[in-house]
């Protein structure tokens, strides 16, 4: 079992930065690869990012690819997601999820075996 916590949310302006952390806990993170999902009101959950369990891999959706950047730390157990040049339409619930190490990095919900209870992200115009 793994305990994914994510910390960081909040409301910003059009153009703005924030970071979001998830920390996790429980089984060993380095043998996990990890993703953000986002999910606005009345829309699906949506994949973000994904980084591999060694960081040397990652991937993004395209309407965030040179905007956001996913990283890790495996001594601090926690995933990042650096988000720049904010948009109104980044505004959701964003999510952490883990699975273990595969061999390409999923991007569909169901892939992902464990999720954090989300944290909020709001951008004003």
């Known amino acids: 079992q793994v305990q994914l916590v994510e910390s960081g949310g909040g409301l910003v302006q059009a153009g703005g930065s924030l970071r979001l952390s998830c920390a996790a806990s429980?089984?060993?993170?380095?043998?996990?690869?990890m993703g953000w999902f986002r999910q606005a009101p009345g829309k699906e959950r949506e994949f973000v990012a994904a980084?591999?369990?060694?960081?040397?891999?990652?991937y993004y959706a395209d309407s965030v690819k040179d905007r956001f950047t996913i990283s890790r730390d495996n001594a601090k157990n926690t995933v990042y997601l650096q988000m720049n040049s904010l948009k109104p339409e980044d505004t959701a619930v964003y999510y952490c999820?883990?699975?273990?190490?595969?061999?390409?990095?999923?991007?569909?919900?169901?892939?992902?075996?464990?999720w954090g209870q989300g944290t909020q992200v709001t951008v004003s115009s």
């Open positions: 429980g089984r060993t993170f380095s043998n996990y690869a």
């Open positions: 980084i591999s369990w060694s960081g040397g891999n990652v």
């Open positions: 999820a883990a699975t273990l190490m595969v061999v390409v990095l999923p991007t569909k919900v169901g892939r992902y075996d464990y």
